[in-house]
Every structure is written in C-alpha cells, then in structure tokens.
C-alpha cells in the first residue's frame, strides 16, 4: 500500500509534540506540507521534521499540496472557520477536541464529511489508549454474562494536574501573527459573558471525559444534575447507570490524576489513566472480582503505548480502511450536547 500523504495545519506546541513528531515515525506516511501563519517558526519545524513544502495558510496548502489527509492543529474556535474548506477539498482530516463550539456547528461539520465520504477523526485520545480499549471490552463481557452482576455505577475523577509530564518545549522562533483572517466561533445565544467563560472552560479541559463515558459504557446518557460549584456532574446512562464526573475537587502538582471505575453488583472494573502528554506510558486496568470462594484482584499487564501516537496510528488505518474511526463526529455532537446542558442547568 502506498503511504499516507499528510499535510499539517498549525505547528504550535501540540501540533509538534504530540501530533507532527508522531506521524513523522510511522511508516507508511509521508509528510508533504506544513502550512501555519508564523512563517519562520513553520520554516524551522519542516526542517526538523523533513516537510519540504511550507505555506501561509491552510487554503494555499490546500491548493498547492499533494495530500490525502490534513491533520489540523489549532484552537477549536477556529475549527468554525477552517475545518469546512478541508472537508470540502475532499481531504480526511484530524482535528483535536472538541470539534467545534457549538453542537449545532458539530452538526454542520459532520454533514460535510459524511456528504464526501471522509473520515474525520476527533482528537479523543483517551480512547486510544490501550487500557481504555480494554476497559471497554471488559465491560461489554462483564455485562454480557453477569457473572459479576448488573452495572450500577461509573464514577469518574480528574482534578487539575501536570497534563505536560515534563515534555520538551517545541522550536519558536517568536514570530508573531498581529491578526488572524479566520472567525472564532461565537457560544451559543443563550450564553451570558460569565456563562461562556464557564462553557469555555468545561468543554476545554472535561470534554474528554465526557466522552470517555460514552465510549467505555458502550451507550449514550444524559445530564440530570450540576451541582452549583461545578464540582460535579450527574448523569444517567440510557441502560439506567448512575454517572459521576467529579472536577476540580482537589488539585495536583507533580502527577496526574485520572481515574474511571464501573461498579457491578459483585466487582468493579478500576483504570487509572496518565498525563496526557507522558510518553511511553499506558493506562493501568484493576479488576475486583467477587465469587463463591473468596474476592481477588487481577491487574494485567498492558504494554506501554502513547495514547497520542497510538491516536495517529489509528488515524491512518481508518483513512486506510483497515479499521473504524475510533472517534467519529456523530460521538462528538453527542459531547456537545452533554456540555450545552450540563452548563444550563449549572446556570439555572
């Protein structure tokens, strides 16, 4: 099979490190083109990297460019604004989280894809990592045969930490852009100042795992509390689940702490996950089992994969038609519409 031509729009510090430098590693992709607004800063990151063709702009590297994929690295605001010209083009395309602002924007873009066919993936990398993987099956197994009872409850808590793990700086050059000729977009109407800034920060920071519990359970849910600090979210899964989101209850200096346990009748499913950007490291799975001749724990070993290069390579194959998108538009609409009301009735 031929490689994968990709080109990349943006290059700051999370295009580089973790989205530029992983795919740079696979084999079967080449990378053909580079185009962000800081050209000297752009110039210097194709050079590390061996992209020869660098752009002002994503429209000229999509004219010019000889890509089957864009990989766009950029605030999610500005997703409004660019992502619908790649569609468009008939280029796959990679975009981080969340994939717009507003769910009805989600909704837009989702059209456009599924209208030219293409595989757009939601920068969801939670989901790629090997112990969330797992985790979702073992689930699904344990659900199937109720051996350990009915799922009752998923709690689910990630308190501020150091998501960085101590990664490097990316190349700057401290060129700067004195305006953007892109839109950001706007919150929904009903949004007072001091809502957006709230709805701006939960769809930042917890979008993942708001769709972290959709992809372990295997099932959609809605909000049905927000507690008025915002400490906390309770929602309910269609099967009837009992969910759990706790933020912002504590806040960690030198770790990561993330945490997801299912809880059945008579044992509970427990993953730990790490800092989003520790490389070489995966997801830790516990199980807590209770049967007729006593309770154990079993803990397998997972081997250490970066669920950032693990995202890319999954990219590719879908791109390739060797597997699904792991994180498709339609799940994240679903996370969108999550926030709007865990905001609203946060408001209220």
């Given at each position: 099979?031929?490689?994968?031509?990709?080109?990349f729009?943006?290059?700051?510090?999370?295009?580089?490190?973790?989205?530029?430098?992983?795919?740079?590693?696979?084999?079967?992709?080449?990378?053909?083109?580079?185009?962000?607004?800081?050209?000297?800063?752009?110039?210097?990151?194709?050079?590390?990297?061996?992209?020869?063709?660098?752009?002002?702009?994503?429209?000229?590297?999509l004219?010019?460019?000889?890509?089957?994929?864009?990989?766009?690295?950029?605030?999610?605001?500005?997703?409004?604004?660019?992502?619908?010209?790649?569609?468009?083009?008939?280029?796959?395309?990679?975009?981080?989280?969340?994939?717009?602002?507003?769910?009805?924007?989600?909704?837009?873009?989702?059209?456009?894809a599924?209208?030219?066919?293409?595989?757009?993936?939601?920068?969801?990398?939670?989901?790629?990592?090997?112990a969330?993987?797992?985790?979702?099956?073992?689930?699904?197994?344990?659900?199937?045969n109720?051996?350990?009872?009915?799922?009752?409850?998923?709690?689910?808590?990630?308190?501020?930490?150091?998501?960085?793990?101590?990664?490097?700086?990316?190349?700057?050059?401290?060129?700067?852009?004195?305006?953007?000729?892109?839109?950001?977009e706007?919150?929904?109407?009903?949004?007072?100042?001091?809502?957006?800034?709230?709805?701006?920060?939960f769809?930042?920071?917890?979008?993942?795992?708001?769709?972290?519990?959709?992809?372990?359970?295997?099932?959609?849910?809605?909000?049905?509390?927000?507690?008025?600090?915002?400490?906390?979210?309770?929602?309910?899964?269609?099967?009837?689940?009992t969910?759990?989101l706790?933020?912002?209850?504590?806040?960690?200096?030198?770790?990561?702490?993330?945490?997801?346990?299912?809880?059945?009748?008579?044992?509970?499913?427990?993953?730990?996950?790490?800092?989003?950007?520790?490389?070489?490291?995966?997801?830790?799975?516990?199980?807590?089992?209770?049967?007729?001749?006593?309770?154990?724990?079993?803990?397998?070993?997972?081997?250490?994969?970066?669920?950032?290069?693990?995202?890319?390579?999954?990219?590719?194959?879908?791109?390739?038609?060797?597997?699904p998108?792991?994180?498709?538009?339609?799940?994240?609409?679903?996370?969108?519409?999550?926030?709007?009301?865990?905001?609203?009735?946060?408001?209220?």
């Amino acid at each position: 099979m031929k490689k994968l031509k990709i080109g990349f729009v943006g290059c700051g510090s999370m295009g580089q490190l973790a989205h530029i430098a992983n795919y740079a590693i696979l084999p079967d992709v080449e990378l053909v083109a580079l185009a962000d607004l800081r050209q000297e800063t752009a110039r210097e990151v194709a050079k590390r990297y061996r992209i020869h063709n660098v752009y002002n702009n994503h429209k000229e590297l999509l004219e010019k460019a000889d890509i089957d994929a864009v990989v766009a690295i950029m605030h999610f605001g500005l997703h409004y604004s660019v992502i619908p010209d790649i569609l468009k083009k008939g280029k796959h395309c990679l975009t981080e989280k969340p994939i717009a602002v507003k769910a009805s924007t989600a909704k837009s873009l989702n059209k456009i894809a599924i209208k030219n066919k293409l595989i757009y993936q939601i920068g969801c990398m939670k989901r790629c990592d090997p112990a969330s993987r797992i985790m979702k099956e073992k689930i699904q197994e344990w659900k199937t045969n109720n051996k350990y009872g009915h799922l009752k409850y998923l709690r689910v808590s990630m308190p501020p930490g150091n998501w960085t793990f101590q990664i490097e700086s990316p190349l700057n050059m401290n060129d700067r852009v004195d305006s953007l000729n892109f839109r950001y977009e706007e919150t929904p109407d009903w949004m007072d100042q001091e809502t957006r800034k709230k709805y701006i920060s939960f769809v930042n920071y917890y979008i993942h795992q708001v769709n972290m519990i959709r992809y372990i359970l295997g099932e959609n849910y809605k909000v049905t509390y927000a507690d008025p600090t915002g400490i906390l979210m309770i929602a309910r899964s269609d099967s009837g689940i009992t969910i759990a989101l706790e933020m912002n209850t504590y806040r960690v200096r030198d770790e990561w702490h993330e945490f997801y346990t299912a809880c059945f009748e008579k044992g509970k499913i427990s993953l730990s996950l790490p800092a989003p950007m520790a490389r070489q490291h995966s997801g830790k799975l516990e199980y807590y089992k209770n049967g007729k001749n006593g309770a154990i724990y079993e803990a397998p070993v997972i081997p250490p994969k970066w669920s950032m290069l693990e995202q890319a390579r999954l990219f590719v194959e879908a791109v390739q038609g060797k597997t699904p998108c792991i994180s498709p538009t339609g799940d994240a609409i679903k996370d969108l519409e999550i926030a709007e009301d865990f905001i609203r009735l946060l408001c209220e």
